[in-house]
């Protein structure tokens, strides 16, 4: 190896090792795993893994009392939906007990079905309430309780609380919900005093502790508020320094975890002032109010209507609530970022391929299909500008020889041998170019859409949406033994790399034996990259790397010249 390779190498080997071990930190940082993995191996079987904080061994100081303890406490009244169970608090006006009952915390069997919300005095409360604030009015506080009209709210029956004040009102709230997870509120106040009365109706939902999923470059968690037709992904720490208040006509606010969404939605025609907010308990409160009160004249009433969301983030369901309820950006609840516009289009795809054989692994593998199909002529044209570039390398050589000594006169002159040549050096990079907001699109899809939540593909996978939980340095979880992350190798991330590294050999030899020992290296540095990324990634390119290797043989007969030996060019060999 001469010195300047050797060289060369040497500096190669050494970034190839930041790379290595500091992508544990960049992917942490740029490309934010599911959080957590849903299962782990021990002993050769699966075992569940609980999402975090959910051991009631790590309970916070702030949850007093046993949620069971602190539900009996006061009078509720059932909620039942084919998507939602909980009850609603008469203390305070509040939903403060909901579990979705088609999402489970994990893929284990009987695995409890996510909380969502709890009520306060318990661990990491998490509850909205409704209400009135007013002038010249003794408005209902969270320690009123209200009279129910029911003691059941389902899809099919709605119940009415009320309440009077000491100042001659009659506050309603008249709560319905759909067989989702949207909660219409009806708010009305009749005015029996003898004066006139200014209300604001509000509504809040207030927070004990932080998200448990992680925020993250590619995903936002946390609070969100939808503002004057803009999305507002604010981060925590940002509502921990100052209140953030927004004036708006149309739009909503809450807070988002990767998977799941609360959401205080006014009238989306009046103006309003949304607030995200800390509170003295170092918790999280997002609420609004209408700017202009409303007033309410002896023997008169008024009524506002709002929603309120909890439950998950599917797709679909939150375009419908845009498109029927007129929810300004309600769709912009899952941070699908600047490649939006690909990633829906494959979302949709990938669904509705799914739909069709029932299987998620197989509708990657047939999304793969389709997108190197639509490539298939990009490819060709690539193939093509390697065979011209290949049959002009001599010509090129002589020039680089002939004008070392002059590199401006020698750029001028390959850039004059490829027009003559009609030869594009860039052409063989648009695949891989096209294939980088793919990837990334994909990427996000399998992150982002719970839809694509513990989707089962074959054996031990059972969420393409997670990290290959079988691992090969602790036997497969024989090993009472976790691997650092940078060395948490699984069955399908090696299954990349050996995918890789056949795809590499089928490639034309390099003339540079830098680039040979680059190019030899690479598929196992991938392969490690690529470890921690969802398995439905590494199912996708895995196929893509077996698709490209056919499609490499096909158009390797269609241009041998590719595979035979560089010549030297004419002029070279005399003047030698």
């Known amino acids: 190896m001469k010195k300047d390779d050797q060289k060369n190498f040497v500096i190669f080997a050494v970034l190839a090792a930041l790379i290595l071990f500091g992508w544990p930190q960049i992917a942490h940082w740029f490309f934010p795993q599911q959080q957590p993995a849903p299962v782990k191996i021990e002993g050769g079987k699966t075992i569940p893994v609980a999402r975090p904080g959910a051991d009631p061994a790590a309970d916070s100081p702030r ?7 602190v539900l009996a406490e006061t009078p509720r009244v059932a909620i039942e939906t084919p998507k ?26 009987n695995s409890p079905p996510i909380r969502l919300l709890s009520p306060s005095g318990a661990k990491s409360n998490y509850f909205a309430e409704f209400g009135w604030q007013g002038s010249g009015v003794q408005a209902p506080d969270a320690n009123t309780i209200w009279q129910a009209s029911g003691t059941k709210l389902t899809p099919t029956t709605p119940v009415t609380l009320s309440a009077q004040s000491a100042t001659g009102q009659v506050f309603r709230i008249e709560l319905s919900v759909d067989a989702n997870y949207m909660f219409s509120i009806r708010q009305t106040v009749a005015n029996l005093g003898t004066a006139p009365v200014s209300v604001t109706p509000y509504a809040l939902v207030s927070r ?36 953030q208040g927004f004036a708006t006509t149309g739009g909503w606010a809450g807070y988002t975890d990767h998977y799941w969404l609360t959401a205080v939605i006014p009238d989306q025609r009046l103006s309003t002032q949304l607030q995200q907010r800390p509170t003295p308990t170092k918790g999280y409160q997002a609420d609004y109010r209408l700017t202009t009160p409303l007033d309410v004249a002896p023997g008169k009433k008024v009524t506002y209507s709002s929603h309120f969301f909890a439950g998950a983030k599917e797709v679909k369901l939150l375009e419908e609530y845009q498109d029927k309820l007129g929810i300004v950006q309600f769709d912009r609840a899952i941070d699908w970022g600047w490649f939006g516009v690909i990633e829906l289009p494959i979302f949709y795809y990938l669904d509705w391929l799914f739909r069709l054989v029932g299987n998620f692994g197989v509708a990657i593998i047939l999304l793969t299909i389709t997108i190197r199909g639509l490539l298939f002529p990009i490819a060709q044209r690539q193939f093509a500008s390697m065979a011209k570039m290949r049959a002009v390398q001599p010509k090129m050589k002589a020039l680089q020889e002939r004008h070392k000594d002059d ?23 648009l695949p891989i170019l096209l294939q980088i907001p793919i990837m990334f699109a994909l990427y996000k899809v399998l992150l982002l859409t719970i839809e694509m ?3 089962p593909f074959v054996a031990w996978i059972r969420d393409l949406s997670a ?33 890789m590294y056949f795809q590499f050999k089928l490639n034309p030899a390099p003339m540079d034996d830098m680039q040979k020992q680059i190019f030899s ?24 790397n077996v698709l490209t290797m056919a499609q490499q043989w096909l158009l390797y007969r269609q241009h041998p010249a590719l595979k035979e030996p560089v010549k030297k060019d004419a002029k070279e060999v005399k003047a030698k």
């Open 63 to 69: 949850a007093l009392r046993d949620r069971q303890i």
């Open 84 to 109: 939602l169970r909980g009850t609603i608090n008469l203390k305070g006006a509040r939903i403060d007990d909901l579990v979705l009952v088609q999402y489970a915390e994990t893929v284990a069997r």
């Open 208 to 243: 004990a502790e932080k998200s448990t999923d992680v925020d993250q470059w590619a995903a936002h968690v946390g609070p969100i508020a939808i503002v004057n037709g803009a999305a507002k992904y604010i981060d925590y720490k940002a509502v921990d320094e100052a209140e």
């Open 407 to 429: 590199k401006q006169r020698q750029q001028q002159e390959i850039m004059k041998l490829y027009k003559e040549e009609k030869v594009n050096p860039l052409a063989g990079c």
């Open 453 to 455: 939540r513990h989707q």
């Open 467 to 499: 990290p290959d939980p079988l691992l090969v340095l602790n036997l497969f979880g024989l090993l009472n033994f976790t691997p650092p992350s940078f060395l948490a190798i699984g069955v399908i991330p090696i299954l990349l790399g050996i995918s």
């Open 521 to 544: 290296i690479m598929p196992w540095m991938l392969m490690f990259l690529m470890a921690p990324f969802a398995v439905g990634l590494q199912v996708y390119w895995i196929t893509s």
